[in-house]
């Protein structure tokens, strides 16, 4: 599975999956030619490599565990805010219609975005801020990294392996999610070389032969460009029902303020509430148009003749026009101050990441107290293998379950309200 390794060719198996492979673009990943997996394993005679992928992620604890995990407001603050799992289904189905217009792959795009966000932590990127600060030392913490480590071991169901021997394209795709991560050298793009980060990338590569500095393949861009039309339309919504802003407030965002001033001409006496979600409907189009003619410009451009051709370019291919992200940040900049950074919601954040804190140092000084499973063998004394144990535990946590257990081990748990 080195980036230099012949490709394996998977023969394509039924009509269903012969016809999708024609449809195809030549640019596209194309299943029947995948990289293949870690461990060998007999072709499924009726999905792709890609749809088992998107399956077996599906079936995954740790997907499941999403339910209850942050994606802005705590799970008992209401019924309908966006936990992590329903915003990486909402990714998903954009990247699907994305895939389909630019004829992508459509099961790679759903695997790549249902998994994105599996390496979270409970509450979010508070959550995750406060892991990295309390093992400061033994590497700190990263949910992209943690994903990796998710699906490639820590999943345990199959008798054969562990993780879940997903397809090396997937794989690609969910670590290069927000682009190439090393240059030509192999050090961080970020200036960060020599760091535990750099070395875990560095492993990763010298074991699956990712690129890591090209970016990824079209799917795996379109489900990052997913991600960003997913939660900058849900969060206006969330905000909205939270109460931080009102709708008269999107005034400070121009091409949003007129979709609004638009759907309330054509709808007159229309509830604001209606308003709300064909507003949320009209920018999803808006950006996925935007987005698709951009893309399809510098595809022509390019003129890539296979899906390695779009990893040596150099460049993004899926993403916004200029123009449309000069006005997307805008509304980057509304949310981050009337969402991201709104007292309350900072107020909790900062109860949360104690907990977490908590957690952290208790286990790292009591390493005997971790459940059945993840102790590790050096009991009462910090080290990395025990920090790598703690992290792998505490990232996996739900809220719930990170809320209770520190009501558990401490006299006095945030109410997180």
């Known amino acids: 599975m080195l980036s230099n390794s012949p490709v394996v060719h998977f023969p394509v198996t039924t009509h ?43 079936h995954s604890t740790a997907f499941r565990r999403l339910s209850n995990k942050t994606q802005v407001f705590i799970y008992h603050e209401g019924d309908h805010f966006r936990s992590r799992l329903t915003h990486s289904l909402e990714v998903a189905q954009i990247a699907r219609s994305l895939a389909h217009i630019l004829r992508l792959d459509e099961d790679l795009c759903e695997a790549i975005s249902l998994a994105h966000d599996i390496g979270h932590t409970p509450f979010g990127h508070a959550g995750e801020r406060a892991l990295s600060r309390a093992l400061d030392g033994f590497g700190g913490f990263d949910h992209n ?28 795709g969910l670590i290069k999610h927000n682009g190439a991560l090393l240059d030509e050298s192999g050090s961080l793009l970020d200036g960060q070389a020599g760091s535990d980060r750099s070395e875990t ?119 916004f026009s ?26 909790i954040m900062r109860d949360a990441e104690l907990v977490v804190e908590d957690l952290t ?14 102790s590790c063998k050096s009991v009462g004394g910090e080290n990395n293998q025990c920090a790598e144990r703690v992290r792998d535990f505490i990232a996996g946590m739900t809220d719930r379950y990170a809320i209770d257990l520190h009501r558990s081990l401490f006299d006095d748990t945030p109410n997180l309200r």
């Not at 499924?44 to 077996?56: E, H, V, Y």
């Not at 200029?322 to 107020?347: I, N, P």
């Not at 140092?361 to 993840?374: I, N």
């Open 16 to 58: 269903k999956m012969l016809r999708e492979e024609r449809r195809l673009a030549a640019f596209a990943s194309h299943a029947g030619y995948s990289r293949g997996r870690l461990v060998a394993e007999p072709l499924c005679p009726s999905r792709s490599p890609f749809a088992r992928d998107r399956d077996r992620i599906i």
């Open 145 to 172: 990294l943690q994903t990796l480590r998710v699906l490639t071991n820590l999943e345990q169901r199959y008798a054969q392996f562990d993780g879940l021997n997903l397809s090396w394209e997937t794989l690609e």
């Open 201 to 319: 990338l560095r492993g990763y590569e010298l074991k699956f032969g990712f690129g890591l500095h090209q970016h990824a393949s079209l799917e795996g861009q379109v489900a990052a460009v997913s991600d960003d039309i997913a939660y900058n339309n849900h969060d206006i919504d969330d905000g909205l029902r939270a109460g931080l802003f009102e709708l008269g407030d999107l005034r400070q965002v121009a091409f949003v303020w007129e979709l609004v001033e638009q759907i309330r001409a054509q709808h007159k006496g229309v509830e604001d509430r209606r308003v709300v979600f064909e507003l949320n409907r009209r920018l999803i189009t808006m950006m996925m148009t935007d987005v698709r003619d951009e893309t399809m410009r510098r595809i022509k451009a390019s003129n890539p003749s296979s899906s390695d051709c779009v990893r040596e370019t150099g460049e993004l291919l899926v993403v």
């Open 322 to 347: 200029s123009g449309f992200t000069r006005k997307l940040d805008q509304l980057r900049s509304f949310l981050h101050q009337r969402v991201y950074r709104h007292e309350r919601v900072m107020a």
């Open 361 to 374: 140092h208790h286990y790292m000084q009591h390493p005997q107290d971790l459940p059945k499973g993840w």
